[in-house]
C-alpha cells in the first residue's frame, strides 16, 4: 500500500500564489504516472494536472498558463506550483499516483482564495 501525503494549502489572497507538495511512501516513485486533481463544494473532482512517468505533462483548461506541476522522484514527491490564484481555484486538492490499473489518493489539502 503506497501513502500519499498532501501539504501547502492555506488561504491566499486573489492574485497570490501557493505551492503544493505531495509524498508518497512508493518504492519505486518514478514509475508511476502522478497527478492534481481538484474538487469544490457541490462540483465533481476534476483534473488539474498531471506529469507521467516519462516527465509529460498534461493540464486542465482553466489552470493552463497559471500552475505548474513538477516532480522530483529523488525525494518521491510531485509538486503543483500555483500562481494567479482567483476564488474559482478555491477547492481540496488532491494527490493521485497510479500505475497501470492502480490508483493511489491522499487525503487532500485545502486551498481558498479570498479577499
Known amino acids: 500500500q503506497v501513502q500519499v501525503v498532501e501539504s501547502g494549502g492555506g488561504l491566499v489572497q486573489p492574485g497570490e500564489s501557493l505551492r503544493l507538495s505531495c509524498a508518497a511512501s512508493?518504492?519505486?516513485?518514478?514509475?508511476?504516472?502522478t497527478g492534481w486533481y481538484r474538487q469544490a463544494p457541490g462540483s465533481q473532482r476534476e483534473l488539474v494536472a498531471e506529469i507521467m512517468s516519462n516527465g509529460r505533462t498534461n493540464y486542465g483548461d482553466s489552470v493552463k498558463g497559471r500552475f505548474t506541476i513538477s516532480r522530483e522522484d529523488a525525494k518521491n514527491t510531485v509538486y503543483l506550483q500555483m500562481n494567479s490564484l482567483t476564488p474559482e481555484d478555491t477547492a481540496v486538492y488532491y494527490c493521485n499516483l497510479r500505475y497501470v490499473a492502480t490508483n493511489f489518493w491522499g487525503q487532500g489539502t485545502q486551498a481558498t482564495v479570498s479577499s
Open positions: 512508493a518504492k519505486i516513485f518514478s514509475m508511476y504516472d
